[in-house]
């Protein structure tokens, strides 16, 4: 559902062979409903599987971090059934949050409807970049070090950073993006934590986070 859902607005260069996305990104998935608690559904006819949502709580709030339906069945309430099974979940917290890509007016209407509304803009970006290995330390004194070279006890640290910077923890997703062997880069200055950055194996960058603005 979700391969088809994406693959359905990618020009047919752009779509990765389905079983080679799945083998990266199935222990993800797996993380999600795990850690969904009661965020995590899906919708079938008959025997076949048409949509799928999950939403996680972290701290006090509760994040939508996917909801697809085959296309085939988008537009009859599929997943406006979803959502309003997903948003039971949010009981007790104080903030809904989601990604939401602009040019699906679809799915943006139907979160507004639902009360969460535009809130900020999150831009992609792509170029040429030097090999991830090679990141080093600028001239400031911000000190990089490989995220993966530490064990779990370094989590609480960055967590911390997310709740100055984000207003919400997800030590969780720090745990598994380290065990499962993310590559990511730590950030220190005086040795302090200032910031950490994940880079996926697909070459893309993030999640990202800085206590500076000026140090992004």
Known sequence: VWQRTLDDA??????????????????WWEHLLRSSRGGFWVAEEGNTLIGIVCALV????????????????????????????ALRSARGTDRHAAYADASHFASTSLYMRHGMFPARNI??????????DRLRANADGLVAEPL??????????????????????????HRFWIESGMRGLLFRRHGQIVGYAYCTPWGGIGPVASQHESDL
């Open 58 to 85: 972290r701290d006090a709030e509760w994040l939508l971090t996917h909801l697809y339906v085959v296309p085939e069945r988008q537009g009859r309430g599929v997943g406006r059934g979803l959502l309003e099974r």
């Open 123 to 132: 831009v992609g970006l792509s170029g040429p970049v030097s090999v991830f």
């Open 10 to 27: 990618r020009r047919p260069a752009q779509r990765t062979p389905l079983p080679q996305r799945w083998a990266g990104d199935r222990a």
């Open 148 to 173: 993966g070279a530490h064990t779990a006890t370094v989590v609480g640290h960055i967590d911390a950073l997310d709740r100055q910077v984000r207003g919400t923890g997800r030590s969780e997703e």
